[in-house]
């Protein structure tokens, strides 16, 4: 997996209608730098697709650095409350810009933050641009804050590019700024010892431009000269802090969200077929339990009209049972067809004299036996005679048997 760290212009290059060139490096997980050059953003689809992630350097000139007072909010009202808090400080509306907000840093009170502000309609440009390419991820930093910066000091860049020369000054954490002027070796070094301050300054510069700078920094106070290489750069851009193109739907993220609409839309179908089909089947069987119970009431009604209908279903059981029983027809349930059960289930066992006592109660005989009189044979004999009559037998504590229509409450 690999990382793409692009250094975009300055806008300001821009103006002049060439297309536009940037410095890229594309560095392997361990940090080894594995290819490097110079290119347009336009013809890089190649390597944009292969990296996991691209990192744009934006030029300091484009990106603003404001120290803002914050009140005691949480994360996201904060966030929330950006745009009120930089109003004051920009020329423009706050709603045409980026606002991304620094981490705290060691320098840093609880009461004061710095916040990155970028034009938003110029950075959705190129991140789209890195997207269509196959950007699978797309940061955007600050390029002021990819600089090294030692504790007490401050470092700068010098880039010539069709608007000029282009400096890039850090002075602190999270403080740095930008700018484009005239190509004159001379100017640009005192404008960058003067924004320092007194401030020791490492500028860093492409080697073809290091023998028209190193005279004149030689003889200025408190100004060294470096070869500029990606290495410093990629070292403090991980460290950087605001990432202006977070809020963005970039890279792996706008294609899953395209990867997943139709299968999303589809399974949305599926939800709402299967609720109507479970509706549509509810009220087929409410229309026909509507009709089974319609039919019943009119077989109550015709039966016995002069009844009053309550639960015809438990009625209609209960007047059959009592008309059997008027007519002279015993219920497998009653107490003498239940006694008399029990009795040829004794007597097929030989075993008539080993009743205690009988009680009936709730459909339901409960036979007491005689202590030590029944074994475990006997009364699987009994049992086996008694489920042959679709009766069951289940035997409780103290040696009682109970005896009920197979099938009912125990």
């Known amino acids: ?126 991140v789209k641009a890195l997207v269509a390419q196959g950007a699978h991820a797309v940061s955007a930093v600050p390029a002021q804050l990819c600089l090294p910066l030692q504790p007490g000091g401050a470092s700068a860049a010098i880039a010539l590019d069709d608007a000029g020369l282009e400096l890039t000054l850090r002075t602190g954490h999270h403080a740095g700024l930008g700018l484009t002027v005239a190509p004159e070796p001379e100017a640009a070094l005192h404008t960058l010892r003067a924004l320092a301050g007194e401030a020791p300054l490492t500028v860093y510069l492409p080697a073809a431009l290091a023998p028209q700078y190193q005279p004149v920094a030689s003889n200025m106070v408190g100004v060294s000269v470096e070869h500029d290489n990606w290495t410093h750069w990629v070292a403090a851009a991980r460290t950087a802090g605001p990432d202006l193109a977070a809020g963005m739907a970039t890279g792996t993220q706008a294609r899953a969200l395209r990867r997943w609409r139709w299968p999303a839309a589809l399974a949305i179908l599926a939800v709402i077929v299967n609720v109507a089909g479970l509706n549509i089947e509810w009220l087929r069987m409410k229309r026909e339990y509507a009709d089974i119970r319609k039919g019943m009431e009119q077989t109550f009604r015709a039966a016995y009209p002069q009844e009053a209908m309550l639960d015809p279903v438990a009625q209609m059981r209960r007047n059959i049972a009592n008309a059997k029983a008027n007519s ?57 005679a008694l489920s042959q009559r679709g009766l069951a037998l289940s035997e409780g504590e103290g040696g009682v048997w109970q005896i009920r229509i197979a099938g009912g409450k125990s």
């Open 1 to 126: 997996m690999t990382t793409l760290y692009i250094r975009y212009p300055a806008r300001a290059a821009a103006d002049s209608g060439a297309i536009q060139q940037c410095h890229f490096a594309l560095l392997g997980d361990s940090g080894n730098v594995m290819q490097q050059g110079v290119s347009a953003l336009g013809n890089m689809a190649e390597l944009v697709a292969s990296a996991r992630r691209v990192v744009l350097l934006l030029a300091a000139a484009d990106v603003t650095l404001l120290r803002v007072k914050t009140p005691p909010l949480s994360a996201a009202r904060l966030k929330a409350a950006l745009p009120a808090l930089v109003e004051d400080q920009l020329l423009g509306d706050p709603a045409d810009c980026i606002l991304a907000l620094a981490p705290l840093g060691p320098d840093e009170s609880e009461g004061e933050r710095t916040v990155a502000v970028v034009q938003r309609a110029w950075l959705e440009v190129l």
């Open 328 to 384: 002279g027809e015993l219920a497998p349930d009653e107490f003498t067809a239940l006694a008399a059960a029990l009795g040829e289930g004794l007597a097929a066992t030989g075993r008539r004299d080993v009743v205690a006592g009988l009680a009936y109660k709730e459909r339901m005989l409960t036979v007491k036996l005689k202590p030590n009189t029944v074994d475990a044979g006997v009364r699987d004999q009994v049992k086996g």
